[in-house]
C-alpha cells in the first residue's frame, strides 16, 4: 500500500541510561515519522520493540517517558502546540503516555470523570472536551460506561478507558510495556482493538510497546526494533541497544493479511535476538 513519510513524531540521539557504574542502554538513537496511506483517513503509527530478557526494554520505556534520568543524549517529539511544522520539544514527565499492565484507574472517579482530569493540563474549552471525550467514548464502544468506576469496568474496558486516559493527558505518545503478558486470547483481542483503534483515530498517535511474541509484533507494527547486546570487535557487550530494525514498510508487507513473507521476517527477528 502507497504511503508517504511526514513530520518527524520522535528522535532519540545517542540515549545511554546507567545505574551508578552500570550501564544499562547506551548509543540508541532512532527516528520515527508520521505515515500517511493513500486512501486512509488516519495512519498512526505501532512501533514495537523486540529481544531477550535483560536487554534494558523497560529501562529503554522509563527512559523515553521520563521515568528515568538519562546519562548521555536526547529525545524530542513533536510540538503539537506549535503553530509551524516540524517543530520539536524535551520530552518531560507526561508527555509520553504509559500504560502498565494492571491498567491502572482512579477508584474514586468516574469513566467521564477520569477523562475529563486528563484533559485538565491542555487548552480545550470545556465544550471541547465534552465533544472529545464523547468521540472517543463512542468510538470505542464504550457508550455504557460514561458513570461507571472501576470495578464496575471489565477488564478489557480498563485497559481501553487506561490508554485513553494516558493518551489524552501525554502529546499522543504512548508505551506499553508487555501488554500481552499472561493474557488469554479473549484478552489480547481486546488489546488489538485498541491498538486498531488507536491507530485510526489520529494520524498522530504513536503507540509504543514491547512483546516476546515475535507474530503479535510483526502482525500490529510497522516498524520493530530489536534492542539486544551488541558485538563490537569480536566482543559481546553487556549493555541494551538497538542491534536491528525491521521497517515492515518499505518491506511491502505493513498492513498486509499475516503470510508467507511475515513469517520469514520472523525467522529473522528471533536469529537477531538469538545472537544478541
Not at 27 to 45: A, F, N, P, S
Request: charged share 25%.
Amino acid at each position: 500500500m502507497k504511503h508517504q513519510y511526514k513530520e518527524t513524531l520522535l528522535y532519540i540521539e545517542n540515549l545511554s541510561v546507567a545505574y551508578d557504574d552500570h550501564v544499562i542502554i547506551k548509543d540508541i538513537t532512532l527516528t520515527e515519522k508520521d505515515v500517511v496511506r493513500e486512501g486512509v483517513d488516519h495512519t498512526g503509527q505501532v512501533i514495537a520493540f523486540v529481544g531477550r530478557s535483560g536487554r534494558g526494554k523497560s529501562t529503554f520505556f522509563k527512559a523515553i517517558t521520563g521515568l528515568v534520568p538519562v546519562k548521555t543524549g536526547k529525545i524530542l517529539i513533536k510540538d503539537f502546540e506549535a503553530t509551524e511544522p516540524n517543530i520539536a520539544k524535551v520530552v518531560k514527565e507526561g508527555n509520553i503516555g504509559f500504560v502498565d499492565q494492571k491498567y491502572t484507574l482512579f477508584r474514586h472517579k468516574t469513566v467521564q470523570q477520569t477523562l475529563k482530569f486528563a484533559l485538565r493540563k491542555t487548552s480545550l474549552t470545556e465544550t471541547e472536551k465534552e465533544a472529545k471525550i464523547k468521540e472517543y467514548i463512542e468510538k470505542w464502544g464504550l457508550d455504557t460506561c460514561v458513570d461507571k468506576y472501576p470495578n464496575e469496568l471489565s477488564g478489557g474496558q480498563r485497559q481501553r478507558i487506561a490508554i485513553i486516559e494516558q493518551l489524552f493527558s501525554s502529546d499522543q505518545f504512548i508505551v506499553l510495556d508487555e501488554p500481552f503478558s499472561g493474557l488469554d486470547v479473549g484478552n489480547i483481542q481486546e488489546v488489538k482493538k485498541s491498538f486498531e483503534l488507536l491507530s485510526s483515530t489520529s494520524d498522530f498517535n504513536t503507540v509504543i510497546f514491547s512483546t516476546h511474541d515475535i507474530e503479535l509484533a510483526i502482525e500490529l507494527a510497522q516498524t520493530i526494533y530489536v534492542i539486544g547486546y551488541p558485538t563490537i570487535n569480536g566482543k559481546k557487550e553487556a549493555y541494551g541497544t538497538i542491534v536491528a530494525k525491521f521497517d515492515l514498510r518499505e518491506l511491502g508487507i505493513a498492513w498486509e493479511l499475516y503470510g508467507e513473507k511475515h513469517i520469514k521476517l520472523s525467522k529473522d527477528i528471533i536469529h537477531q535476538m538469538m545472537i544478541s
